[in-house]
């Protein structure tokens, strides 16, 4: 009998090397046995496109990358790839080799949030006509699997709601300040001298990351387009630690959440996508998610309630979504299917920041005297914004005293009549200060 030839190696090229790059680049090289049992063919890392090949190139615990497989030109490693892996970040010179990798017929896996956020449809487009994969499980939420069971597993139901927490590092953040009272400052320089935070928190801390996350999230869930343009984004700058203590006396916990929702009809209904932080009850389990950890609770119609909860960065965690979709890309890739295309089935219409609904909780300072509480209840009355709760806590310091801090919470209203609502509210003469405003969700 003739023997069996076996398949021919697929070749992956890795564009990146930094702390995700060099832990595929070990995952790839530790494990060919496991890796070409899985795929059904060996697997070959045929190269590394790095700036400089002068460095050397090491995971945490001390796996050395070959010095022999990095190269600065990576228009040549793309062009003898069977799949590329872009795991550099930025949009340039991503995109463009991300294009021509497509163009080429490569799959092509990526763990660029900013670049599908903002280029997305382009690169989507440009793999559906070439009938390549395209794959990004560790662009949302890391180490996570939440874009397959989006994508694919719900790809039968109708998606409502995503309410994610995707970014560790103001997890953490405000995980500190709940915990230990401190101020955003300094639990931010913590979570630098810890390494979650960059030197410059500003795409974590007002939430630039998060809304490229929310983006993807709400492109998948409603199979629609939401660009980064899209999204209402506020970070959590402004979240004090009064505000954290506030929410816990009410039975909150504030969280910076990505919120993609259907307004109205599931099939014929707007969305509203945005980015803020939030009061979350404690008894959601969204509450539950501590320090630098990710998860996103979605609300389908089948499906009911859906939590994903793990790691969403670091090297290990996001090479296991990223390896997971060079597996994925590879057995295809060797059955020579096509790749799964995007969804092209809706576009609907997203809504502007002030036409989201949602409960709020307003922490205003008034002066403690009969009818005043009655005089704000009025106001909110004549804007249409339903009372759920009010709390009031008088205060007994000499320096302050006459002045009742007031708490209420809302039902649902629009975001437009909230503001009103607290401009009108501010005018008040008895009102010496609106303390904060901050959304209610999950409840
Ligand atoms: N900086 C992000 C975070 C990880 O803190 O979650 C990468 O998206």
């Not at 409603?222 to 980064?228: E, I």
């Not at 599931?266 to 939030?278: E, K």
């Not at 670091?314 to 790749?339: E, F, H, I, N, Q």
């Amino acid at each position: 009998m003739p023997e069996k030839s076996s398949p021919s190696p697929l070749r992956v090229a890795l564009l990146g090397c930094g702390v995700v790059g060099t832990e595929v680049a070990r995952g790839i090289l530790q494990n060919p046995i496991d890796l070409a049992a899985r795929v059904g063919a060996p697997v070959e890392l045929a190269g590394i496109a790095v700036r400089s090949v002068d460095a050397v190139r090491v995971t945490d615990d001390g796996f050395v990358i070959p010095s022999e497989l990095l190269t600065t030109d990576a228009e040549a490693l793309v062009d003898r790839a069977d799949v590329v892996v872009e795991v550099m970040g930025g949009i340039e010179p991503a995109r463009t080799l991300i294009g021509r990798a497509l163009e080429a017929g490569a799959a092509v896996v990526t763990a660029n949030k900013a670049l599908l956020a903002e280029r997305g449809p382009e690169l989507f487009e440009a793999a559906d006509q070439a009938g390549v994969d395209l794959l990004f499980e560790a662009a949302v939420a890391g180490a996570i699997p939440i874009v397959r069971p989006i994508r694919e597993s719900l790809a039968g139901d109708h998606v409502r709601r995503v309410l994610g927490i995707v970014n560790g590092t103001t997890n953490f953040v405000l995980d500190k300040m709940t915990t230990e009272g401190v101020e955003l400052d300094q639990a931010v320089k913590e979570a630098q001298a810890l390494g979650y935070a960059e030197a410059d928190p500003t795409a974590d801390v007002d939430g630039f990351d998060a809304a490229a996350k929310a983006a993807i999230l709400a492109s998948l869930a409603f199979h629609t387009r939401v660009a980064l343009k899209d999204v209402a984004r506020e970070g959590i700058r402004g979240v004090t630690a009064a505000d954290v203590a506030w929410a816990k006396r009410t039975g909150h916990v504030i969280k910076l959440l990505a919120v993609a929702e259907v307004i109205g009809p599931v099939d014929d209904g707007d969305i509203s996508v945005r980015v803020h932080p939030a009061l979350v009850p404690d008894d959601h389990p969204l509450a539950a998610v501590r320090g630098a950890f990710n998860a996103v609770f979605v609300e389908a119609d089948g499906a009911g309630p859906l939590m994903f909860y793990g790691q969403g960065a670091g090297g290990r965690p996001t090479a296991s979504a990223v390896l997971g979709d060079v597996v994925s890309a590879a057995r295809r890739r060797l059955t020579g299917g096509k790749g799964v295309r995007e969804s092209k089935g809706q576009a609907f219409p997203v809504l502007p920041a002030e036409a989201a609904i949602t409960r709020f909780q307003v922490r205003l300072a008034i002066a403690d005297r009969p009818g005043v509480l009655a005089q704000v209840a009025g106001v909110l009355a004549e804007h249409g914004v339903s009372i759920d709760t009010v709390r009031q806590t008088s205060s007994h310091t000499e320096d302050q005293s006459g002045i009742a801090n007031l708490v209420i919470t809302t039902h649902a209203a629009r975001e437009a009549s909230l503001r009103a609502t607290v401009d009108a509210v501010a005018r008040l003469e008895p009102v010496r200060q609106i303390i904060s405003v901050l959304r209610v969700e999950g409840s």
